[in-house]
């Protein structure tokens, strides 16, 4: 029977709409509950002596890790045939979802050889370079694999086993039957000589890898690892199948646009090669729905007063008990977490979003490790939030950005790139860097700087290998790996007595971001100061967090150095004998050169504070407000400045003031106002 046109329209508009709106809970291909069952499979490749020179393993007889002929000795370590075991894939969703997610496994129990003198082309050609391995290589695997009449696995499994879902699409929740097709295929070569597939390197992909054994595959990956265990790639390829594509790559941008001109790292389950941890976060978690049995919400909290769950994303309008005190358990054990809308960020930028995690590193459990003790760490999410709808597998790669304990800085670079230079008098919290990123830079000295890995050139940027601090290098003991910052230091942490506020560095204030070569529409280019505060009171002999949570801290209480397009929403205290000023921020935040300074080439913009209407600056006694040359100090109509006595507002030489018709300043007692003449000496 033919259907007319019309028919088969309908009939599929209406199976369309048959299907719920696609959400991040449930997965882009693999829903993050339940049990998956994943097919290991071991290979390598044979190099006769005419290949020989190929071979990215030297040593004949293979590695320490994973000898020529043999399974590799790590074998049993990736995954577990079962949800109780401790296999490392096992292990890390099993925590990370608290059981909600089971990833078990097994493996073909015979290692497979290919000689590469039999993997030709279609001319009868040796094939030695391949893009992912993914024709010849592919093909004849395949062919190696299906000539094993009764494949036998580890711990026993059926090739059933394998099959257990039936995809119905992306962020919907799947059939647990069979269909016929092996759920996931994931293959470990110990030496192949391909493009794309470099030591401890791989790939996933939806999609058929081949009939295995009479039955196609749903998804597969393919991975190259020498010696050791490949745990940071397979746990970042695997989970693509559940977060989304290259655009949720975090702690490592990878392929693609970045939220961010620099490519920072971090801790995060999609994170990859530059990670300072690859324990989860609380926006993994969120987005995944990964919810403690034991709690209410999935960002929990608890009040310090009552001891009572309290839903850990905080807002002014719902206030909070017990006078802003809250609890933080470990996070990792427990999903404790706060998260916190940045305020005032206009309508049509994407929205910005403080976390707060406390990772005590407990034993038993995935954390950091290393040099990343045990204390609060924070992030600022940027967009992402969409968790439903057309758009929710949509935006840009490295949303997060950490929030580093020891400030961001102007840095600067070595000569040759290799080293992280700090020094005093460079601080920068608003658009500044920090030890958890690899830095932007002009390379090639075109006055432009590229930020797009998949445009032209590639990108721009350095990945330090060391740390001066004026001139001196830290001890070794805090560093993670070596001495890179990106890998993490013990003081990207914050300890007891440390706060984040207007006043600190770094601060909780929404940062730049820039999805491009320029600019988008949705990016924020402003800084928009408010009152949030977060103090570490102290943690208790259970490792909890006490914490006091503000929405009205809006003083200064230490000398600042201020960069950046600066906006004054609510109010501003200058504390007595706090000098901030507005200065020339070095840190790159544009593509192309914004200014020549002393013969320099600046990627960043002049500075200016923006006081809008309502707003109020308060100064008190002895504090200065230092206009410093090239930057602006703008008072809006309605805006007020209170000066107390001896506080005084330096316009130095090439900066300037303007102040609207209706702007308040009425000066205190022995208060000035200070504009200095070209030429003259600096206060």
């Known amino acids: 029977m033919r259907l007319s046109p019309w028919v088969v329209w309908f009939l599929l508009l209406a199976a369309a709409h048959a299907q719920t709106p696609p959400r991040a809970s449930e997965g882009w291909y693999i829903n993050p509950y339940g049990r998956i069952h994943v097919l290991f499979v071991f290979a390598e490749i044979d190099f006769d ?134 759920d996931l295929v994931m293959v470990i070569y110990r030496n192949i000589h391909v493009n794309n597939l470099a030591d401890m390197s791989g790939f996933v992909s939806p999609g058929s890898y081949g009939k295995l054994w009479g039955k196609e595959t749903d998804m597969h990956s393919v991975f190259h690892a020498q010696s050791q265990i490949p745990k940071v790639i397979m746990r970042h390829e695997f989970s693509h199948m559940l977060y989304g594509g290259n655009n949720f790559h975090t702690a490592s941008g990878g392929v693609g646009t970045r939220t961010f001109m620099s490519q920072v790292g971090g801790w995060s389950n999609m994170s990859a090669s530059d990670c300072a941890s690859p324990t989860w976060n609380a926006w993994d978690r969120e987005r995944m729905g990964w919810r403690n049995p034991q709690n209410q919400y999935v960002v929990s909290a608890r009040c310090a007063q009552t001891g009572e769950e309290i839903n850990g994303v905080l807002n002014p309008e719902n206030g909070i008990c017990g006078q802003g005190r809250v609890i933080l358990r470990d996070f990792v054990s427990s ?27 407990l034993e038993g459990y995935l954390d950091h490790d290393r040099a990343m003790k045990p204390g609060i760490y924070a992030y600022i999410q940027v967009g992402k939030d969409q968790t439903e709808g057309d758009q929710v597998f949509g935006g ?44 932007v830079r002009d390379l090639n000295g075109d006055g432009k700087i590229n930020v797009l890995p998949d445009n032209g050139p ?104 201020w960069c950046g397009d600066i906006v004054l929403v609510e109010r501003l205290e200058l504390q007595p004998g706090v000098e901030v000023k507005l200065a020339q921020g070095y840190s790159p935040q544009v593509a192309q050169v914004a ?54 507002i330096v316009v ?29 000496r600096r206060l």
């Open 595 to 648: 200014q020549n300074l002393d013969g320099r080439p600046v990627f960043a913009d002049a500075t200016q504070l923006e006081l809008l209407p309502g707003s109020t600056l308060s100064m008190e006694a002895r504090s200065v407000l230092k206009v410093e040359s090239g930057s602006t100090l703008i008072v809006r109509g309605g805006a007020s400045i209170l000066m107390r006595k001896r506080s005084k």
């Open 458 to 561: 590639k990108t721009e940027y350095h990945l330090p290998q060391d740390l001066l601090i004026d001139g001196k290098r830290p001890p070794d003991s805090l560093f993670t790996f070596q001495r890179y910052p990106i890998f993490g230091m013990q003081t990207v942490r914050f300890l007891e007595g440390d706060i984040l506020s207007i006043g600190s560095n770094p601060a909780p204030v929404p940062v730049y971001s820039h999805g491009g070569q320029q600019p988008k529409s949705t990016d924020n280019r402003r800084i928009y100061l408010n009152g949030i505060s977060i103090r570490v009171l102290r943690f208790d002999a259970l490792g909890q967090a006490h914490l006091q949570v503000r929405w009205d801290d809006f003083k200064v209480n230490q000398n600042r150095r």
């Open 652 to 680: 130095e030489s090439g900066a300037s003031i303007r102040v609207e018709e209706g702007a308040m300043l009425p000066a205190g007692f022995w208060s000035k106002l200070v504009v200095m003449k070209p030429g003259s």
């Open 335 to 361: 999903g404790d977490a706060l998260k916190i809308p940045l305020p005032h960020l206009p309508d049509g930028k994407s929205k910005q979003y403080l976390w707060i995690e406390n990772h005590q590193c």
């Open 396 to 439: 840009d790669n490295n949303y997060l950005w950490p929030l580093v304990a020891a400030g961001n800085h102007d840095f600067e670079l070595s000569i040759t790139g290799d080293t992280l230079l700090r020094r005093s008098g460079f601080e920068n919290p608003f658009t500044g860097h920090h030890y958890l990123m690899r830095h």
């Open 49 to 182: 002596s005419t290949f020989s020179h190929l071979d990215p393993e030297k040593n004949p007889d293979g590695s320490a890790g994973w000898k020529k002929g043999r399974l590799p000795f790590w074998r049993d370590k990736i995954i577990s045939p079962t949800p109780e075991g401790d296999g490392f894939l096992t292990t890390y969703f099993r925590q990370a979802s608290f059981g909600r997610f089971q990833v078990t496994g097994d493996y073909l129990d015979s290692i497979i050889t290919l000689p590469i003198s039999q993997i030709k082309d279609a001319k009868g050609r040796v094939v030695i370079q391949e893009a992912f391995a993914g024709n010849h290589y592919r093909q004849a695997l395949i062919r190696k694999l299906n000539s094993v009449e009764t494949p036998v696995f580890r711990w026993g499994s059926q090739l059933a086993d394998f099959d257990t879902w039936t995809f119905k699409g992306q962020g919907q929740p799947h059939l647990n039957q069979p269909n016929e097709r092996i």
